[in-house]
């Protein structure tokens, strides 16, 4: 369980999108407002940001609460971007591999968070475990539910999958190995933004042109912001942003992607 939220913009202090406003994902992470499992997520936080003509992001990680970091402050209000993804966690278990487990997962240009939990891991996708190349596991960053699903992710993403139909295709297989599981994912490439609503709030602002936000929940109270329906997939750039289903947004069916819901 977590907050999270991703940004593509104009280049501005990290601080404008995540500490200034009222409802900041700073203060979600001990007062969010929409959050549907877990009330305080102060085990550890992240964020992953794209410097100008440098296509791999930067990361900043910590264990513990984002209130309680020194030198967040400091950091987020110097350091510009117009790329970002921010996540505030709630641990599914306590403790598991401290800043490892922190999101954003990182690989190459991508930048990557899991909003939920798979119940009963790892017993319950063992049977996915097979799928991956033993490279890949070895690997993995945490020993936790959510860099397993970014393993997921990540291997689609390497063996040519687009992004969209790389998360769908994730929550479904994970889903149908954990029903109850909850599998809000975001993405970015600085790029682009793709993320699925399954199990947890989810809400876009899309200034066309501009600036697009992906994120858990609002941060401030503008009334441009609009709900994503659950089990639904997003796909966002500058330019807008595109919902579809989650169970159409297969790789095999690239005419099944085009979306339900444009917004300009």
Known sequence: M??????????????????????????????????????????????????????????????GPIWADQSFADLARVVRAGALLAAVRDATLAGADAEAAAAPFAAGRWLFSHNGAVPDWPRSVAPLAPLLPP?????????????????????????????????????????????????????????????????DSLFYLSEPGHRTVVASEPYDDDPLWREVPDRTLLLASRAGVELAPVEHARAEDPASVSPKEPCT
């Open 135 to 199: 490279a890949d596991l070895l690997a993995m960053e945490a020993r936790t539910d959510s860099a397993f699903v970014w393993a997921l992710v990540l291997h689609r993403l390497r063996s040519g999958t687009a992004p969209g139909p790389a998360l769908a295709e994730t929550v479904l297989q994970v889903a149908e190995a954990a029903p109850a599981a909850r599998l809000n994912l975001l993405l970015t490439d600085g790029s682009t933004i793709a993320a699925t609503a399954w199990g």
């Open 2 to 63: 977590c907050r999270h939220l991703a940004c593509l913009g104009p280049e501005e202090p990290l601080g404008r999108l995540l500490v200034d406003p009222a409802h900041s994902l700073y203060r979600q992470s001990w007062a969010p407002r929409r959050q549907r499992y877990g009330t305080v997520n102060a085990d550890g936080f992240g964020v992953g940001w794209y410097a100008p003509e440098d296509p791999q992001p930067a990361r900043y990680r910590r264990a």
